[in-house]
């Protein structure tokens, strides 16, 4: 049996190395981290060859005094816990005490700083000197970091290219920027400035929210501020309409800390589920305070990830916040907001702000366009009932009455003007064309008609259940022996929408009800899509289905929907858009289908000028 020895001291720092420094970025993120914990408001960040070649870090923190130093880069050495109560409640960005060393063990390092009370600065290399020698230098601390795993080779074969890591390294400077937005930043590689980022007060956040993730974020964005149980969020999420193909706009921050979270991620996604299309990716900035005892961040090596102790709770208030900033028909955003506070904090030394009420913010009007497109106001007549009307002619394909199908003479632009104005036309029997005080909106109706239906279903759902009404003419639908039996399985969650069904032979199923909304739906169409919505519910431990069908009511809902509202083709009238239109300023999320497409879209005059080179 082979003997069992210790490891030596420089391979079990290369060890560690590997769990805490995966690429040049993981090196700075240790770096800056500490400069943080070291009280620093100007960080300066220089970078060659994406940094496998050198790396440095300057803060202006408190620095370290000379007997100091050689500790610092010692394993397991830090000023940051003293006791298992403060790793319970750790506060700090950097507290294991491993991250000096193992840098060191797979790079040549070199550490300078001075306090602010000393006459001048001590010099360390690493590896080379035994003790720290004086040398000139600003107040604070400044880490050299060159020739990554030149002793590792195997590790450096799996770095990318230079531009890779370098792209690595912006992103996480942009994050941790937005993190603390107190602190001054600046990034330079390869001799060229890249970032230069001052630091800023709470009332111009948004200057560094476009510095560091566009103009275009910042122009979509809805504002959140919730708190709940000893939780606090506050931030920033992109309307639907901004949706990513990648997650690269995705920043949260747990009590100053930058995290990448499966159970915040699913919370946020889920949130997005009505309203955002699934091969798109939403784009946020938030941040989470609560209790440090309530949250455990050393779960991992380069403390990426943590864990809550009710990690539902913190789920569900996620979810419920981030679902109402979405509901919200005027997409709140936070910029020139009047009263309104900063949405995402600026930390004091990562300590979590008291956690207060949210604050309640008025919509703003629907989409932007003006604050009275919920008051009632525009209403002419009931618009819910010539809409149930529409939706009862769904399929026979009436033109409007009189002159061109689809098209008749507009109501005049006078006086108040509803958001989204006055249908003056139907094109292509699928686009609503509408005038409003801006210009021009161009409706998808059946993506519209179909928002419209869903919020309506759930509501109703919700409140009462679904109730059916009784088919003229029941539909018998030919299945097989094991569709017929999935039907007997699932009639209980059929008739809790409102669609009630009998099996009459071993092959046939009839439909005796369905809502009054979706009587002049395909009903053979839609039934079949329910009841493959359905079958795809899993199993429940006993075997049961029956205690999981709600966590799917929304797609089944959402089927319901697509099915019963304005097919493409179906030519409306004005009355008929107009109600349309109406409804959509009443309907919350109604800017995004059920399929996370857009409803509608607006072109000022101004826009249309340009288009057109009027005044050039």
Same mark, same amino acid.
């Given at each position: 049996?082979?003997?069992?020895?210790?490891?030596?001291?420089?391979?079990?720092?290369?060890?560690?190395?590997?769990?805490?420094?995966?690429?040049?970025?993981?090196?700075?993120?240790?770096?800056?981290?500490?400069?943080?914990?070291?009280?620093?408001?100007? @960080?300066?960040?220089?970078?060659?060859?994406?940094?496998?070649?050198?790396?440095?870090? #300057?803060?202006?923190?408190?620095?370290?005094?000379?007997?100091?130093?050689?500790?610092?880069?010692?394993? !397991?050495?830090?000023?940051?816990?003293?006791?298992?109560?403060?790793?319970?409640?750790?506060?700090s960005l950097g507290f294991r005490g491993e991250a000096l060393a193992s840098i060191q063990s797979i790079s040549r390092l070199r550490l300078v700083s001075r306090t602010a009370d000393a006459e001048h600065g001590w010099e360390l290399e690493a590896g080379v000197d035994?003790?720290?020698?004086?040398?000139?230098?600003?107040?604070?601390?400044?880490?050299?970091?060159?020739?990554?795993?030149?002793?590792?080779?195997?590790?450096?074969?799996?770095?990318?290219?230079?531009?890779?890591?370098?792209?690595?390294?912006?992103?996480?400077?942009?994050?941790?920027?937005?993190?603390?937005?107190?602190?001054?930043?600046?990034?330079?590689?390869?001799?060229?400035?890249?970032?230069?980022?001052?630091?800023?007060?709470?009332?111009?956040?948004?200057?560094?929210?476009?510095?560091?993730?566009?103009?275009?974020?910042?122009?979509?964005?809805?504002?959140?501020?919730?708190?709940?149980?000893?939780?606090?969020?506050?931030?920033?999420?992109?309307?639907?309409?901004?949706?990513?193909?990648?997650?690269?706009?995705?920043?949260?921050?747990?009590?100053?800390?930058?995290?990448?979270?499966?159970? @915040?991620?699913?919370?946020?996604?889920?949130?997005?589920?009505?309203?955002?299309?699934?091969?798109? !990716?939403?784009?946020?900035?938030?941040?989470?305070?609560?209790?440090?005892?309530?949250?455990?961040?050393?779960?991992?090596?380069?403390?990426?990830?943590?864990?809550?102790?009710?990690?539902?709770?913190?789920?569900?208030?996620?979810?419920?916040?981030? !679902?109402?900033?979405?509901?919200?028909?005027?997409?709140?955003?936070?910029?020139?907001?009047?009263?309104?506070?900063?949405?995402?904090?600026?930390?004091?030394?990562?300590?979590?702000?008291?956690?207060?009420?949210?604050?309640?913010?008025s919509s703003g009007g629907f989409g932007g366009f003006g604050g009275a497109g919920r008051s009632g106001v525009y209403s002419a007549g009931d618009s819910g009932q010539a809409y149930l009307s529409l939706l009862a002619q769904g399929h026979r394909g009436e033109s409007?009455?009189?002159?061109?199908?689809?098209?008749?003479?507009?109501?005049?632009?006078?006086?108040?003007?509803?958001?989204?104005?006055?249908?003056?036309?139907?094109?292509?029997?699928?686009?609503?064309?509408?005038?409003?005080?801006?210009?021009?909106?161009?409706?998808?109706?059946?993506?519209?008609?179909?928002?419209?239906?869903?919020?309506?279903?759930?509501?109703?759902?919700?409140?009462?259940?679904?109730?059916?009404?009784?088919?003229?003419?029941?539909?018998?639908?030919?299945?097989?022996?094991?569709?017929?039996?999935?039907?007997?399985?699932?009639?209980?969650?059929?008739?809790?929408?409102?669609?009630?069904?009998?099996?009459?032979?071993?092959?046939?199923?009839?439909?005796?009800?369905?809502?009054?909304?979706?009587?002049?739906?395909?009903?053979?169409?839609?039934? #079949?899509?329910?009841?493959?919505?359905?079958?795809?519910?899993?199993?429940?431990?006993?075997?049961?289905?029956?205690?999981? @069908?709600?966590?799917?009511?929304?797609?089944?809902?959402?089927?319901?929907?697509? !099915?019963?509202?304005?097919?493409?083709?179906?030519?409306?009238?004005?009355?008929?858009?107009?109600?349309?239109?109406?409804?959509?300023?009443?309907?919350?999320?109604?800017?995004?289908?059920?399929?996370?497409?857009?409803?509608?879209?607006?072109?000022?005059?101004?826009?249309?000028?340009?288009?057109?080179?009027?005044?050039?």
């Amino acid at each position: 049996m082979p003997e069992i020895l210790a490891l030596p001291q420089s391979l079990v720092n290369q060890i560690a190395a590997g769990e805490v420094v995966e690429r040049p970025a993981s090196v700075i993120k240790e770096l800056v981290e500490n400069a943080l914990d070291a009280g620093a408001d100007r @960080i300066e960040v220089q970078v060659v060859a994406g940094g496998v070649k050198q790396l440095s870090v #300057r803060d202006n923190g408190h620095g370290m005094p000379p007997e100091q130093m050689p500790l610092a880069l010692a394993p !397991h050495a830090t000023s940051k816990i003293r006791n298992l109560d403060d790793l319970e409640a750790v506060a700090s960005l950097g507290f294991r005490g491993e991250a000096l060393a193992s840098i060191q063990s797979i790079s040549r390092l070199r550490l300078v700083s001075r306090t602010a009370d000393a006459e001048h600065g001590w010099e360390l290399e690493a590896g080379v000197d035994d003790e720290p020698r004086p040398t000139p230098a600003r107040p604070g601390t400044l880490v050299d970091v060159r020739d990554l795993f030149f002793n590792v080779p195997a590790r450096r074969k799996f770095l990318r290219t230079e531009r890779t890591e370098f792209g690595h390294i912006d992103q996480l400077l942009r994050r941790l920027a937005l993190a603390n937005p107190a602190v001054s930043f600046s990034l330079v590689h390869n001799g060229r400035g890249v970032l230069d980022l001052p630091a800023v007060e709470a009332a111009d956040l948004e200057r560094r929210i476009a510095a560091t993730l566009g103009r275009a974020f910042l122009d979509q964005a809805r504002d959140i501020d919730a708190a709940a149980s000893g939780l606090a969020l506050r931030g920033l999420v992109a309307s639907p309409q901004y949706a990513r193909s990648s997650t690269d706009q995705q920043l949260f921050f747990v009590n100053g800390r930058v995290v990448r979270d499966r159970l @915040i991620a699913h919370a946020v996604r889920r949130a997005y589920a009505d309203v955002l299309h699934q091969a798109r !990716h939403p784009a946020y900035v938030l941040s989470l305070w609560l209790d440090p005892t309530a949250v455990d961040v050393n779960v991992h090596p380069t403390k990426a990830e943590v864990r809550f102790r009710d990690a539902r709770g913190v789920h569900d208030f996620l979810f419920q916040a981030v !679902h109402r900033a979405l509901a919200a028909p005027g997409g709140g955003r936070h910029a020139g907001a009047e009263g309104a506070e900063p949405s995402f904090p600026v930390a004091d030394d990562h300590v979590p702000p008291p956690v207060r009420p949210a604050t309640g913010r008025s919509s703003g009007g629907f989409g932007g366009f003006g604050g009275a497109g919920r008051s009632g106001v525009y209403s002419a007549g009931d618009s819910g009932q010539a809409y149930l009307s529409l939706l009862a002619q769904g399929h026979r394909g009436e033109s409007s009455p009189g002159g061109a199908p689809g098209v008749r003479e507009p109501a005049p632009i006078e006086g108040e003007v509803p958001p989204l104005g006055y249908a003056v036309a139907h094109l292509g029997g699928v686009y609503i064309l509408a005038q409003n005080r801006e210009g021009l909106v161009i409706v998808d109706a059946h993506a519209a008609a179909e928002r419209v239906t869903y919020e309506r279903l759930k509501e109703k759902y919700r409140d009462q259940g679904l109730s059916g009404a009784p088919l003229l003419l029941p539909v018998d639908l030919s299945v097989s022996p094991g569709e017929a039996d999935a039907f007997e399985e699932f009639c209980d969650a059929f008739a809790a929408t409102g669609v009630v069904l009998d099996r009459i032979g071993p092959e046939r199923v009839r439909v005796r009800e369905v809502p009054v909304m979706l009587r002049e739906a395909d009903i053979e169409a839609l039934v #079949r899509e329910m009841l493959a919505e359905l079958r795809r519910v899993p199993l429940a431990p006993d075997g049961a289905r029956s205690s999981v @069908i709600d966590d799917r009511v929304d797609e089944i809902l959402s089927t319901m929907a697509c !099915h019963g509202s304005v097919r493409a083709n179906r030519r409306l009238g004005i009355e008929e858009m107009n109600a349309l239109l109406r409804d959509m300023e009443r309907t919350e999320r109604s800017d995004q289908c059920n399929h996370g497409r857009p409803t509608w879209r607006a072109l000022s005059l101004q826009e249309l000028d340009r288009w057109f080179m009027r005044g050039q």
